[in-house]
């Protein structure tokens, strides 16, 4: 249910982008006084800046705003009425994404994605090499790395709709390690069911790989569980800068560990023993096919 609500969301437009991959400009403002955040949003959204995000940083009353790309006007408008309303403030480092870069960042973003799951697919279809079939591991483990990219994506999606929070390149390092993380403990499931199947001959192949299941489920288990607490630990202790990074994390840990068993190793079982065929009935073409 919950990857079905977050591809609505992701069709409706939920994924906000940063000014990093739409263009936008960008303050880093150190305040003499005790502002707060909420009261720094309220006077932006006074001032005409209802669209400006606004993030504190680790100094104290430091902000980092980021906003639409401003004229000079816009600019100065905006300094000048944040002067008058909270106190007097330095601007630490100003910068201007433009559209033309933020659309490359986007691209090579995607690219980097892309090319991951490619790599991945080939690499596991060599290490299997010597099992019958070694590609299917191989797309099972991809289908499975998917669904945590996009169960990833569709939760910021509801989270950019209800609580307007948006991407940024640090989202972009999460999913790759979330591939990374993912793809690793399906290896390990795999490699399990490998050995299994050139010791256990007399088992049909059901049978074996629950049998791997449960041999590799302590250590899967085990291997989430302390990832997680470093990321709650990085949440509790460096906070909002890597927010999107952190959250992003746990929810591709809980969805790799997830799909790892409950997802790639099924999806093994039913294309290996024909089951999938029951689902295709009216594709006949596709029921020969020998992969």
């Known amino acids: 249910m919950l990857l079905i609500a977050g591809l609505v969301f992701l069709g409706m437009g939920g994924l906000k982008l940063g000014i990093e991959f739409q263009g936008g400009s960008s303050f880093r403002m150190n305040f003499e006084e005790d502002v707060g955040q909420i009261a720094l949003e309220e006077a932006l959204i006074g001032l005409g800046f209802e669209d400006a995000s606004v993030q504190r940083l680790e100094e104290h009353e430091e902000y980092l705003i980021r906003t639409k790309t401003l004229s000079s006007e816009e600019e100065t408008l905006l ?22 870069i933020a659309r490359e960042t986007l691209r090579n973003a995607a690219i ?19 099992m019958p079939s070694p590609f299917r591991y191989g797309t099972c483990g991809i289908v499975a790395l998917v669904h945590d990219v996009v169960l990833t994506m569709g939760i910021f999606s509801i989270l950019g709709f209800v609580l307007n929070w948006e991407i940024s390149p640090m989202f972009i390092t999460a999913m790759l390690a979330v591939i990374g993380y993912s793809i690793n403990d399906t290896i390990v499931v795999f490699d399990r069911i490998r050995e299994n199947l050139s010791r256990r001959r007399i088992l049909d192949f059901k049978s074996v790989v629950n049998s791997s299941l449960t041999e590799t489920l302590t250590r899967s288990l085990n291997t989430s569980i302390t990832t997680l607490l470093v990321i709650l630990a990085l949440y509790l202790f460096v906070g909002d800068n890597i927010r ?7 929810i591709g840990v809980i969805a790799g560990t997830y799909s790892s068993i409950f997802i790639a190793s099924q999806l ?24």
Do not use: C, D
């Open 244 to 250: 999107n990074f952190v959250v992003a994390l746990l």
């Open 79 to 100: 300094k000048t009425g944040l002067e008058q309303e909270l106190g007097t403030f330095s601007v630490e480092q100003s910068g201007v994404v433009t559209p033309a």
């Open 112 to 130: 980097a994605v892309v090319a991951a799951a490619i790599v991945i697919l080939f690499f596991i279809t060599w290490a299997f090499r010597r």
């Open 268 to 291: 093994l079982v039913m294309w290996e023993t024909g089951e999938w065929k029951k689902y295709v009935p009216s594709l006949p073409g596709l029921q020969r096919l020998k992969v």
